[in-house]
């Protein structure tokens, strides 16, 4: 990830909504939430979820797909985890040979995942 690339995902977390939205799709893994679920969970209305949806898409966040009638918004790890290791390259004031990295399908996050989609 590039500076402008940084400053495009960290604007459109930079808002309360948005960055609770992010966290919750992170949670769900690649499967992610319709955004009738999304809108529950948050409390939010669907025209204000249409456009914070639209802000985290825009800055490469999340991705949309459609299952039937529903929009699926998951959350794309692959634009974090550049983000971190972007923001933590130089930790230390040297080149941080292992940054951190989110892998749903790892281990460690295989059960989580399923316990925070029965909930």
């Known amino acids: 990830m590039d500076q402008k690339g940084a400053i495009a995902a960290l604007g459109a977390l930079a808002q309360e909504t948005r960055l609770e939205l992010f966290r919750l799709l992170v949670t769900q893994g690649p499967g992610g939430l319709p955004a009738g679920v999304i809108a529950d969970r948050l409390g939010v209305l669907p025209a204000s979820l249409s456009f914070h949806l639209q802000q985290l898409a825009h800055a490469g966040l999340i991705t949309q797909r459609r299952l039937g009638r529903q929009l699926i918004y998951s ?3 692959g634009a974090m ?3 971190l290791a972007y923001l933590t ?3 230390c004031g040297r080149d941080a040979v292992g940054a951190p990295v989110c892998d749903p399908a790892a281990e460690c ?3 989580r995942t399923a316990k925070t989609t029965a909930a």
């Open 89 to 91: 390259e130089n930790c």
């Open 109 to 111: 996050c295989a059960g």
């Open 81 to 83: 985890n550049a983000l």
């Open 75 to 77: 959350a794309e790890y």
